[in-house]
């Protein structure tokens, strides 16, 4: 049942962070990329939970910065899981209204994985359920390094004054400018930390940090967590 028809309160964005695919796998004697392949599913599903509830942005880290330390083979099989997971998904994303954006450092990519993550935002662009903000190769440090240089050099060449720079400068500098900062933030797995994720962004929302391991979150647990969410008071700092 959709939350909207009860009038509870959705988060407008839910951010993820899509853990504990590598212990999936490793339960289940399995190499670490099957966990990965399997939680494709998870992502196939809470895409689904995500539009039937009315959520109008999910933000789903996928691969941070420091994940190119990983051997090279899982990076690799990760690249060729995005790609494929693109094209398979796009008539789907399609079909739903989910229009799909990419925020991080592309420049690290190949070529190819460079083009089919262009080829996906260009094909749902007129998506207006869902935006899926998919964060690759993403740092919330970064992010925000790169916004103080264009800030410094805005400042720099005389557009900016110092005096002039406020909170709504940095939000606009970020990658994140376009999208309402996350309400709510689930981590799976049952790991407590941000890692580097919409470190600015994030000041205001709720956390939530289910043990489930993410190949293993269902319709049912996202549902579940925005019950959990809408359970909480939100106080903003006020008494
Ligand atoms: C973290 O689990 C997961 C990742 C680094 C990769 C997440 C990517 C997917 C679920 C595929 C998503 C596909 C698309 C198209 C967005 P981990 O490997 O760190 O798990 P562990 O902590 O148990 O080792």
Redesign the pocket.
Known sequence: MSYMSEKRSVPKHVAII???????AKLRGKE?YE??IQ??E??RRVVRAAVRNGVEYLT?Y??STE?WGRPAAEVEA?MT??CK??INETPSLIEQGVRVEIIGHRSHFSDEVRSRLSEIESRTAAGERLTLV?AIDYSSRDEITDAVRSIARNVAEGRLKADDITEQTIGESLYTARYPDPDFIIRT?GECRLSNFLLWQASYAELYFPQT??PDFTEEDFDKALEVYASRERRYGLI
Do not use: I, T, Y
């Open positions: 899509m853990d504990g695919n590598g212990r999936w670490r966990g990965h939680g494709v998870s992502v789903l996928a691969f994940n990760l899981l995005f997971s693109v998919l797995s391991l993410w």
